[in-house]
Structures are given as C-alpha cells and as structure tokens.
C-alpha cells in the first residue's frame, strides 16, 4: 500500500523559546524568511505526500491561516502590481491538502501521533518533526518511502551524532543489511545517558510507519520525561513479527540537517541556510567576518 499521508505533530508549547512563544507557535518562527513548518510541508509534498494532517492544539490558529489564503492581502499586493510578493503568499495556500486535529491533553509525541488514527486509518503514514529541518538539497523521505514499499514495516531516519549528544535523541542498536544505506533495528532507547546508548545513531524526526503503531502507542505507558514516547512504540514494533506488521528499519542520513528546536541552533541554522541563498548569502558573508573580528583585515 502507497504511503500519501504526512502527520506534522505541532501542539507543543515551545517553552524553550519563550517569550516569543507566548502567543505564537514555535512553528510560525521563521528560518530566513518562512516560517519553519512551511519547509516541513514543502518536504512533505516533495516526496508525494500531499495529504498533510498537522497536530495542533490552543494558540495555533496562525499556523492555519499561514496554509490559507489571505484575500486582503492579495487584493493589495494585485493593485500595487506585486507580482513577486503575491506568488510568494500564494505559494502555501495550495501546497497540500491540510488537515489540522487538536491534541487536547498535550501527553507527549507518541500521544500526538495517536491522535492522528482516525485521519490516517490502516495505511502506511509518515511522521515529520518541525524540529529538524532537512536541507531540500538532501532529501531523504523519499528513500525511506520506498524501503517502506519494499519491504513493509516502519522506517526510521538515522544520523550519527557525537556521543556526547546521544542524551538528546532516541538512539538505535542497528545490524547491517544488503543495502548500504539501510540498517535493521534491533532496539531502540530514548534519550539515553551517554554511557548506556547502544550506538551513536541517532533518530532524526523523519519516519514511515506501519499502522500497526496505533495500537501499540494505545497501550505504551508513559516513558522518558512521563511522556507517551512514540520510540517505545517503535521498540515494540521491532520485536513484533511481518505479520503483525513488525519489523523497523533505518534508513543512514548524512546530508545537510539543521536543528531549529533550541536558540542556538536555531540561530545557526539561520546563519546557514541564509549563506546559502543568492540573495543574502554574500552580503552576510562579507558582513559576518567584520562582527567576529572588528579588528581584521
Ligand atoms: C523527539 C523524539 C526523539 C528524536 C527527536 C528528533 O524528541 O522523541 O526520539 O530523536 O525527536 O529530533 P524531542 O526532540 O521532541 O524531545
């Protein structure tokens, strides 16, 4: 069966960005000069997923004005003849076919996933953390897709990371397969501490999975953080049989990746996708070494 849905979990408070965060969703923070779900969704549709459900919860209406239209808007740009600026606003209104479902009770990402079932029912899905931005030039989702297509199960994307940074992550025990890019999951563990994570693999939030999920996360008691952990839902699929729809893979990531889920580097990735870009990317670049060393040159 053909993997067509995206579910973006989006209902989180974004303490970690407070105050911006009071009022407006983390998701509407903008890397360079779109908001940071629009990459997601723009990834999504760039695999074929154009059936996108968000997860959302209180204070997140911007995030669904931003995928409609903005008819006042328009009408001023169309009379001053801004072509450029009102094809950049058109350009979310018809990206995907949006859906949007509130969390309620906010119990953790396997919770949010949950609330996806009814939307997605007994199909393959996939799963996209706003967190992690996945340079366009490196697309992944895709891969993942047809190991999915291939060989039935979940799909995981796998990054090395430091071993110092493994406490951050849900972290894999892989073996190798034929393919070079692919691993089989063996284990998997939330955010465990350096000297207990199995690897330095660690989940990226990309994922395929099984709608065998659903039932497994209904029954996954709170884990790390007293939260509905969706990687103990994956733990359990790895140990169920095909069949049962079982079985998770890992597709190896090492492209372009940057992580917008705290100030840093959230900073950072501005940093590098603007230097990225015709339009900024060689301003900034002649700018930034007269900052860091005012005396240079
Ligand atoms: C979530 C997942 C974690 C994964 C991470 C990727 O954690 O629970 O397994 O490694 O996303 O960004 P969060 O960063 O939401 O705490």
């Known amino acids: 069966m053909r993997v067509t849905k995206a579910v973006i979990p989006a209902a989180g408070f974004g303490t970690r960005f407070l105050p911006v965060t009071k009022a407006t969703p983390k998701e509407m923070l903008p890397v360079v000069d ?23 919860g209180r204070s997140k209406r911007p995030l669904e004005d931003h995928f409609d239209r903005n008819v006042e808007l328009e009408a001023a740009l169309e009379a001053k ?27 953790g990402l396997g919770h949010a996933v949950l609330t996806a079932q009814h939307h997605v029912g007994n199909e393959p899905f996939a799963v996209l953390l706003g967190d992690d931005l996945i340079d366009p030039r490196d697309p992944v989702l895709a ?42 999951v063996t284990d998997l563990v939330e955010k465990p501490d350096a000297q207990d994570a199995p690897s330095s693999l660690a989940v990226i939030g990309r ?13 996954t008691p709170p884990g790390s953080g007293g ?5 103990d839902a994956l733990r359990e699929l790895a140990r169920m049989t095909a069949s ?54």
Not at 146 to 173: F, K, N, T
Not at 207 to 219: G, H, N, T, W
Not at 227 to 231: A, F, G, K, N, V
């Open 207 to 219: 994922y395929v999975l099984d709608p065998a999920v659903f039932a497994v996360l209904s029954r």
């Open 34 to 56: 779109k908001p940071s779900i629009q990459y997601v969704v723009e990834e999504a549709v760039g695999a074929g997923l154009a059936d996108v459900v968000v997860i959302t």
């Open 244 to 297: 049962e729809g079982g079985g998770v893979r890992g597709v190896l990531f090492d492209g372009r990746r940057y992580d917008t889920g705290d100030r840093l580097s959230y900073l950072q990735a501005n940093i590098l996708m603007a230097l990225e870009r015709d339009d900024l990317g060689p301003a900034l670049r002649a700018w930034l070494p007269t900052v860091l060393d005012p005396e240079g040159g």
């Open 81 to 107: 003849g801004d072509v450029d600026r009102l094809d950049l606003i058109m350009a979310s209104n018809d990206l995907a076919k949006m859906h949007y479902i509130r969390q309620g009770d906010a119990l």
């Open 143 to 184: 891969r993942m897709i047809s190991v999915r297509e291939q060989h039935g199960g979940s799909v995981l994307c796998l990054m090395e990371v430091p071993r110092d940074q493994i406490s951050l992550y849900g972290c894999a025990a892989t073996v190798p397969t034929d393919a070079p890019d692919v691993v089989s």
């Open 227 to 231: 939260e509905i952990q969706l990687t």
